[in-house]
């Protein structure tokens, strides 16, 4: 047996009181991380900042990962965030991380961030923003995006990128959202014409961004040609936890306003040219759509980690539910490759009495959604728009997510 005496030096007794000591000798960083900061939304595929010149290269660390290094290029250091495609490794829409960057026997940058939805298109580090245009059916409707400028950090005033379908009567452009569909990093955009039954989608080229083009040349192109409004609201999400994004379509019309959802599960990065599954509005048991003139099932749904799982949720609105009163239904994704959303829905929230909605009957409950966090519990929160309701002055219901 070996004993400790006291009476001894000891060999090694910065190590024995150790990191302590060892970080009060720490040099102060002279690494920042410059597109983030404390408590913000990323919505960028990759971290970036600044280092001295005689630096050639930095330490970046992501939550308990390892570190990985990433070289100083005249004084600038640019790191991939999580990507399926690129790291093998993807962080969920609304989660929590930690980024630090060092430079070696230096103390570390290190901030907290919540994932949010990509929209840098040329992976600069800074968010773009595409900006629809489609004043009335006479007129082609186009899509303008607007870079950020590292520098100034702020977005530029002209379009470095249009985009069109180059005819008239569609009011193309009306729906759009974002999302990196081929797990590259690099953020994509979704343009839906639902007068048109038409929706496509163009990818970034990486620091190309996307170029100027019809719809002629878009990466994916759907055309049912189905005659419901396909398009009517359409977004990204990953529905069965592999990493990639899908995506998501409804169809508000489809079967005299019954209203269904086109869901498009993405393999590997690749999405299909048929929907994995369609899901029709609920029509038993009571209250549902089946009755009366239909519900529009989809004119607005949202999506979001109800459940606090890796697959995400579905609220979808039906504003037009028994004479416009509105209704609301909350799926929770089984996180299955080709069916993952079932009816019954796990809820259903029904509007306001319609005698105190505009006209008596018109609360249109559903017609617009939102989640997020309100209370900060961690778990997202649903919020319900109804304009018609209180007489027509208008409401929003908070339905906070309370786990069981």
């Not at 929706?199 to 040609?225: C, E, H, L, M, W």
């Not at 319609?354 to 649903?382: E, I, V």
Request: charged share 15%; with cysteine; hydrophobic share 30%.
């Amino acid at each position: 047996m070996e004993l400790d005496n006291f009476l001894c030096p000891e060999e090694n007794l910065i190590k024995r009181f150790s990191p302590g000591i060892y970080l009060l000798f720490l040099q102060e960083p002279r690494v920042t991380i410059s597109n983030l900061t404390n408590y913000s939304i990323v919505e960028t595929g990759f971290v970036i900042g600044t280092a001295p010149s005689d630096v050639s290269y930095v330490n970046i660390g992501l939550d308990f990962d390892l570190p990985f290094q990433v070289p100083v290029i005249g004084g600038q250091w640019r790191a991939p965030l999580p990507a399926k495609a690129v790291t093998n490794s993807f962080w969920t829409y609304g989660s929590l991380h930690t980024i630090y960057a060092q430079i070696p026997y230096e103390k570390t940058d290190s901030i907290l961030v919540r994932k949010g939805t990509n929209k840098d298109t040329d992976g600069d580090g800074y968010p773009d923003l595409i900006v629809s245009a489609n004043n009335s059916a006479a007129n082609q409707g186009y899509g303008y995006v607007y870079k950020s400028n590292p520098n100034t950090k702020q977005l530029e005033t002209t379009p470095s990128t249009s985009l069109t379908d180059g005819i008239t009567q569609t009011y193309f452009g009306s729906r759009i959202t974002a999302g990196d569909f081929n797990g590259d990093g690099y953020d994509d955009w979704v343009f839906a014409s639902p007068w048109n039954d038409e929706v496509f989608i163009f990818y970034s080229q990486g620091s190309r961004a996307i170029q100027s083009q019809t719809t002629n040349n878009a990466d994916v192109s759907y055309k049912p040609g189905v005659n419901d409004n396909f398009g009517s609201f359409a977004q990204a999400g990953d529905a069965n936890g592999d990493g990639y994004l899908d995506l998501f379509v409804s169809a508000a019309t489809y079967s005299s306003s019954l209203g269904r959802m086109y869901i498009y599960l993405s393999n590997q990065g690749s999405l299909p040219t048929t929907p994995q599954q369609m899901l029709v509005a609920p029509q038993e048991p009571s209250p549902d759509c089946g009755a009366g003139t239909g519900c529009q099932f989809g004119a607005n749904f949202v999506l979001d980690y109800f459940n606090s799982d890796r697959c995400i949720d579905l609220a979808v609105g039906g504003p037009t539910f028994n004479s416009n009163q509105g209704i609301v239904f909350v799926y929770h994704s089984n996180c299955d490759s080709s069916n993952p959303y079932s009816n019954p829905p796990v809820a259903t929230l029904i509007g306001p009495p319609p005698g105190s909605c505009n006209g008596s009957t018109n609360c249109f409950f559903g017609g617009s959604l939102a989640s997020g966090d309100t209370n900060g519990d961690g778990r997202p929160d649903l919020l319900i728009g109804s304009t018609g309701a209180s007489s027509g002055i208008g409401d929003v219901y908070l339905v906070l997510n309370v786990m069981t």
